[in-house]
């Protein structure tokens, strides 16, 4: 049995990381990780196949981890290798809004017409703004964290969020105007 790993009892054949190690500290960060690609990717599938790449590449690498933030560093791989994949694509592709029916969503009485128009505002963003978006206000990362993850300076990262939630707040204000007039 490969080192770092233990046979669990109740389900013969597989094997689980062990606590601590940094396959399981990995493991434990897969929720955060599938969230940010998913919303990088745009799509269930792409973000999939981004999160296995991710995970592939920090494997490989593993050794080139300073130890310091783990979390920070895979969402810096995972940024990279998508900007990669949008430069050899050379373009930036749209997902409609019925390809993102399967993905799992915690809130289940929302309205769904606003929530739809919150996914198209959150996809009428650019990638860029987008990204810090969720980096920042979903998974809860520092402007710093956020600006060494994506290479850019602190200040970009400020005005980049900043824009991104005037232009939501814009775009989610829009529609929501109704005339009311009573009946005549």
């Known amino acids: 049995m490969p080192r770092g790993h233990s046979r669990n009892d109740g389900d013969a054949g597989t094997s689980s990381p062990a606590s601590g190690t940094f396959e399981a500290e990995i493991l434990a960060l897969m929720p955060t990780l599938r969230r940010y690609s998913r919303s990088l ?66 809130e289940k009485d929302g309205d769904p017409l606003e929530r739809s128009r919150l996914e198209a505002a959150l996809n009428s963003l650019p990638p860029e703004s987008r990204a810090i978006l969720m980096l920042v206000v979903v998974e809860g990362h520092s402007y710093r964290d956020v600006a060494e993850m994506l290479e850019i300076p602190i200040g970009t990262v400020m005005s980049r969020l900043s824009r991104a939630r005037l232009r939501l707040t814009n775009l989610m204000n829009a529609g929501n105007v109704i005339a009311l007039r009573r009946p005549k």
């Not at 999160?51 to 130890?67: F, H, P, T």
Request: glycine fraction near 8%.
């Open 41 to 106: 990717a745009r799509s269930d599938a792409d973000g999939e196949d981004l999160l296995q790449d991710c995970v592939e590449k920090a494997l490989a690498r593993r050794s080139q981890w300073r130890g310091v933030n783990l979390r920070a560093w895979l969402t810096t791989i995972m940024t990279n290798l998508h900007r990669s994949g949008l430069r050899r694509r050379g373009r930036h592709e749209l997902v409609d809004i019925e390809e993102s029916a399967g993905l799992p969503s915690e």
